[in-house]
């Protein structure tokens, strides 16, 4: 079985993450792109890498979302100085010793997306502040229809002089 390397369309269309509107230039939002490369690599019905030639690729990508990552947060957090040391280290030769690089490369990765996710949730979360409640339209017209139901039946019930 081959493992196809190349970018899922279909996901990023159908869950609406194919932008980051936060960031100017950026493609993608990088946390999720990671997310779906650690997957990949670490998800229970992923396909195993058949060829060296396919867990060099997934470790690229790898260092590439440990490089991006990394500048979003401190360049003294623990995680990422390990992530970084597991990207300096040269791939091991054979396949199944590169498979377990690999494999460490990504949980490394899942830890720093962690570690963003968890520092973005206290930074995102401003003070909570009164908003006005707006009524959709639809209760509007159902107001609006049991004002004049309720005017047709009291003109009805009064007697006619």
């Given at each position: 079985m081959r493992l196809s390397l190349a970018?899922?369309?279909?996901f990023r269309q159908r869950s609406g993450q194919d932008r980051n509107l936060g960031a100017p230039g950026a493609g993608?939002?990088?946390?999720?792109?990671?997310?779906?490369?650690?997957?990949?690599?670490?998800?229970?019905?992923?396909?195993?890498?058949?060829?060296a030639a396919d867990v060099e690729d997934l470790v690229l990508r790898l260092?590439?979302?440990v490089n991006q990552l990394g500048t979003l947060m401190p360049s003294q957090e623990p995680a990422l100085?390990?992530?970084?040391?597991?990207?300096?280290?040269?791939?091991?030769e054979g396949y199944l010793p590169s498979r377990v690089h690999l494999v460490k490369l990504a949980e490394a990765t899942q830890e720093l997306i962690a570690k963003i996710r968890l520092d973005d949730v206290g930074a995102r979360r401003p003070a909570r502040r009164l908003t006005r409640w707006k009524p959709q339209i639809n209760v509007l017209r159902g107001a609006v229809f049991a004002v004049a139901l309720t005017c047709l039946v009291w003109a009805a019930s009064v007697p006619r002089t």
């Open positions: 970018p899922r369309r279909a993608r939002d990088q946390a999720v792109s990671a997310t779906e490369t650690v997957t990949l690599v670490l998800g229970e019905d992923s396909p195993v890498p058949e060829t260092r590439g979302h100085l390990r992530a970084q040391q597991l990207c300096s280290d040269g791939l091991p």
